[in-house]
């Protein structure tokens, strides 16, 4: 039994290096997400509390806590980002995939 381990360095997108189809967009919905928990901690919100400043319903917030952004928009996400925080700035970068190899190669 060989007890080396290769190490494979990943693509930027943990959704693209497990092949998944809209890697792309679930890297941004889980970004907005990372964003939106991080706003709700730095402003020590509950969801509820975030639900009577936002009109999001709780359970909106409950679910992206807990990680299960599979029913939300990317547009959606957006809109509930700009509820908690009106100076919100979002920029967007696109490149194809081989772009984003070399980009990463690069590093």
């Given at each position: 039994m060989n007890d080396e381990l290769e190490l494979i360095h990943g693509s930027g997108n943990v959704y693209r290096d497990l092949g998944r189809a809209n890697a792309s967009l679930e890297q941004a919905r889980a970004l907005a997400a990372v964003k939106i928990i991080s706003l709700l901690d730095v402003r020590q919100l509950s969801i509820h509390d975030a639900e009577k400043i936002t009109g999001v319903s709780y359970t909106e917030f409950?679910?992206?806590?807990?990680?299960?952004?599979?029913?939300f928009t990317l547009d959606r996400m957006i809109i509930i980002l700009s509820k908690l925080d009106a100076d919100l700035e979002i920029g967007m970068t696109f490149a194809t995939h081989s772009t984003a190899q070399v980009h990463n190669a690069l590093r």
């Open positions: 409950s679910q992206i806590r807990n990680a299960q952004l599979h029913r």
